[in-house]
């Protein structure tokens, strides 16, 4: 099976830099995602790192380490709307459709 | 832009009552889930699917079923519906077998309270 690991909440300020850890344990799995949802909201799709090291997209850049199954997801230049729950998730080797497992999610905070 | 529809936004059902939640999505995606919602508890999956009529048990199946009849179609079934099953559901679909770098899309969710 699969589990994942992240911290509830994380609070920063507007301009700030901010990284969000996830620790997994899992049986085999083809990548690490990442996901935003704002309150009300659907979770839309943020990364994916299917191989160890960063990838970067604008502000947002995630990490993954297969041997310390560890990851994170950075935020960069943090902005008001920011404010939202980020969700890492393992897509599992188990079937056919490669399922998703996710973590329980991080609330962060951005002030002023 | 992959739209998945979720045919209520909000719900409400009385216990023992058999529920349907219907999602369509409009990519022609071979993979469709469905999870729920809890506060403090994340993205828990309930069902998948990765063809028609064919489907797999999540890791919450317990007091749900689902149907996929057609590829874009994928409904989520209360049988009798109980009140700790109040909860957000969302529904999701993916490109199928291989393309496992393929996000998860996801409608907007239907709110279903039972009382």
């Known amino acids: 099976g699969q589990s994942l690991e992240q911290p509830s909440e994380v609070t920063a300020v507007e301009g700030a830099i901010v990284q969000i850890n996830c620790t997994y344990q899992?049986?085999?799995?083809?990548?690490l995602s990442w996901y935003q949802q704002h309150d009300g909201g659907a979770p839309t799709f943020l990364s994916y790192n299917a191989l160890d090291g960063l990838e970067e997209t604008g502000r947002f850049s995630s990490f993954l380490s297969r041997s310390d199954s560890y990851g994170y997801l950075l935020l960069q230049e943090l902005q008001m709307k920011d404010s939202a729950s980020y969700f890492c998730a393992v897509r599992s080797k188990d079937t056919n459709a490669g399922k998703s497992t996710f973590g329980d999610g991080t609330t962060l905070t951005v002030k002023p | 832009d992959v739209k998945v529809t979720q045919s209520s936004r909000y719900l409400v059902k009385r216990t023992g009552e058999k529920v349907f939640l219907e999602c369509v999505q409009d990519?022609?995606?071979?993979?469709m889930f469905w999870y729920r919602q809890d506060p403090g508890l994340g993205l828990r999956l309930i069902y998948f699917s990765y063809d028609v009529k064919m489907k797999e048990k999540g890791d919450i199946p317990e007091g749900y079923s689902v149907s996929r009849e057609k590829k874009e179609r994928f409904s989520l079934i209360l049988e009798s519906a109980s009140t700790n099953q109040t909860s957000m559901y969302l529904c999701?679909?993916?490109?199928?077998?291989?393309?496992?770098?393929?996000?998860?899309?996801f409608g907007n969710g239907t709110r279903l309270t039972v009382t």
């Open positions: 999701a679909s993916s490109e199928g077998y291989g393309s496992y770098n393929s996000p998860l899309h």
């Open positions: 990519m022609d995606h071979e993979n």
């Open positions: 899992t049986s085999g799995f083809y990548g």
